[in-house]
């Protein structure tokens, strides 16, 4: 399969994201509807939760609500209040080298991803970040020098609270410092179990692990794959191999003279690349943050994109996932 990743830049939301929208709603109103535990909530319990717990993004939903045409069970979608469960696996680390650096692995079905890179000031600060379900972050950088991406927490637990994109959105788009990021994480609800490391230009860093049925978990670890301090879904663990991976990322880190690009070779490489592109899962990119300098790079064997916040180039990166990835 090919995933087309395209770099866009748009300060404000319009056409560019209104054509985003065009090209993934129906699909996504496929999910939605289908994947739910309950009936998707009513927009008027969706809007009031966003206005309780994240008031300062109300303006930019509703603007983006106005774009998606104000289709009913669109705008319930874009609250991202309740979704459906969605399970990723992905690796991640903070490497407090000679220029901080986060660094992690999205592993997904790539006919899944929206493979967009959005370089935005909705909010009068500049954000670059890869995005998910339409205007949520999967992993990004803002201009104050402050990095963030996630991880599935391993539990399947499913509760009252948002979807953990919008949550790296909210962080991205009003937090300057890690310890502010954290502050933010731990105050706003989540309707699934989820790994959130942040990194800022200093090098401060922390992990945070939340999940909706119990406290979040705020702590120094630089390294998170898709468990919560201990295994809690085994079945899950053995197939996505969390603890190998975990184990790995710290025996790297402990190694003396470990550089930069030593350790995003190893994002490239088992046990932290996956390729079951059989089975439509895998690792669909290496994405690398450096918050000093609003710099980024994605990677894939053999390639690379690499984008800033102040250059910024916009246009389109072809990858085709299959047989010929997997043996890259």
């Known amino acids: 399969m090919e995933l087309i990743f395209r770099s866009v830049a748009e300060a404000e939301p319009g056409q560019k994201w209104r054509a985003s929208f065009a090209r993934h709603w129906p699909s996504y109103r496929s999910w939605y509807l ?13 809007l009031a939760k966003l206005r309780h717990y ?18 009913d069970m669109a705008t319930r979608f874009l609250s991202l209040y309740r979704p459906p469960a969605y399970l990723t696996a992905c690796s991640q680390i903070a490497w407090s080298g000679a220029r901080p650096m986060l660094a992690r692995n999205y592993d997904y079905s790539p006919a899944l991803c ?14 670059l970040a890869m995005t998910d379900c339409l205007w949520g972050v999967l992993d990004g950088v803002n201009e104050a020098g402050l990095a963030v991406s996630l991880t599935f927490g391993g539990r399947p637990v499913i509760g009252d609270g948002f979807g953990v994109p919008l949550l790296l959105r909210y962080v991205l788009e009003f937090c300057d410092r890690a310890k ?10 989540i309707h699934m179990a989820y790994n959130v490391t942040v990194l800022d230009r200093a090098g401060a860093f922390a992990t945070v692990m939340l999940a909706p049925d119990r406290e979040p978990s705020v702590t120094r670890l630089p390294i998170a794959a898709n468990h919560q301090m201990q295994v809690e879904w085994a079945d899950y663990a053995r197939a996505t191999a969390t603890l190998e991976r975990e184990r790995f990322l710290f025996q790297r880190l402990n190694e003396p003279g470990l550089s930069e690009t030593r350790l995003l070779a190893d994002f490239l490489a088992p046990p932290l690349y996956t390729a079951a592109f059989a089975r ?10 450096w918050p000093a300098d609003g710099s980024m790079s994605l990677l894939w064997p053999g390639d690379r994109l690499d984008q800033s916040i ?3 180039i916009e246009g389109e990166h072809r990858r085709r996932y299959g047989r010929a990835v997997a043996r890259a």
């Not at 493979?115 to 600060?125: C, E, I, P």
């Not at 502010?180 to 994480?185: E, I, K, P």
């Open 114 to 127: 929206e493979g967009q890179l959005l370089l935005s000031a909705w909010h009068g600060r500049r954000v």
């Open 34 to 46: 289908a994947g739910g535990v309950d009936a998707p909530p009513p927009f008027a319990v969706c």
């Open 310 to 312: 102040a250059r910024f």
């Open 54 to 71: 994240m008031p300062e993004l109300v303006f930019t939903y509703q603007r983006l609500c106005d774009l998606a045409g104000g289709e």
């Open 180 to 189: 502010d990021a954290v502050a933010y994480l731990t105050r706003v609800p």
């Open 280 to 289: 439509n899962f895998g690792t669909l990119y290496t994405a690398a943050y």
